[in-house]
Structures are given as structure tokens and as C-alpha cells.
């Protein structure tokens, strides 16, 4: 078991920045990625941005590059997301999860362990 608390959420402006953090703990080696992923109301969970751990390599959806940047901190377990220039359309609530397949889809469904979440609000 992997379990994930994520932090950092909040009302924000747009243009404003904030930066969301996930702690893991538990079978922590068995990770191979991890990923957030946001849901906005009335909206499926889409994919946001991944980390390999071992490699550090990252991958971004179309909608956040150039904007937001992911990072791990392996000593403290630590993935954070590092939004700038926040736009309303951001405004979800965003979830840390772990994938401990070799196999990288980045997919929902694919994902072994979720957070709680955290709400993000962007106002125009």
C-alpha cells in the first residue's frame, strides 16, 4: 500500500501561482511514476503531469506546458506541482497518484493509488 496526502490547494486569481504538494508514504519502492491529475465539476479526471522516479524524465498535457512544472524531492518523498499563470479553466480539484506498473500509460485507470485531493479555484 502507498498512501498519498496532497496539500497546497486554495483560491487563487488568474495569472497567480500556487504551488500543490504530495506526500507519500507506505510500499513507497514499489512506485514507478507518479502523477496529478485533476477533475473539474461535471468533468472526468484527466491527466495533468507524470514524473519517472528513477530517471526523474517528465511529461505535461498540452493545456499546462509551459506553465506547470512537476519535481520530486526523493529524500523526502515529496512530489510537488508548481503552477504559474493559472487560468479559471484550472480550477478542479487535483490528485496525486502512484503507478507501480513498468508499463507507462499515464491513464486513469492505470493508476494504483490516489490522494484525496485538493482544491484548486482560480477566479477570473
Known amino acids: 500500500q502507498v498512501q498519498l496526502v496532497e496539500s497546497g490547494g486554495g483560491l487563487v486569481q488568474a495569472g497567480g501561482s500556487l504551488r500543490l504538494s504530495c506526500s507519500a508514504s507506505g510500499r513507497t519502492f514499489s512506485r514507478k511514476t507518479m502523477g496529478w491529475f485533476r477533475q473539474a465539476p461535471g468533468r472526468e479526471r484527466e491527466f495533468v503531469a507524470g514524473i519517472i522516479w528513477s530517471s526523474g524524465s517528465t511529461t505535461y498535457a498540452d493545456s499546462v506546458k509551459g506553465r506547470f512544472t512537476i519535481s520530486r524531492d526523493n529524500a523526502k518523498n515529496m512530489v510537488y506541482l508548481q503552477m504559474n499563470s493559472l487560468k479559471p479553466e484550472d480550477t478542479a480539484t487535483y490528485y496525486c497518484?502512484?503507478?507501480?506498473?513498468?508499463?507507462?500509460?499515464?491513464?486513469?485507470?492505470?493508476?494504483?493509488?490516489w490522494g484525496k485531493g485538493t482544491l484548486v479555484t482560480v477566479s477570473s
Open positions: 497518484a502512484v503507478d507501480t506498473s513498468i508499463h507507462i500509460t499515464w491513464r486513469v485507470d492505470d493508476m494504483d493509488y
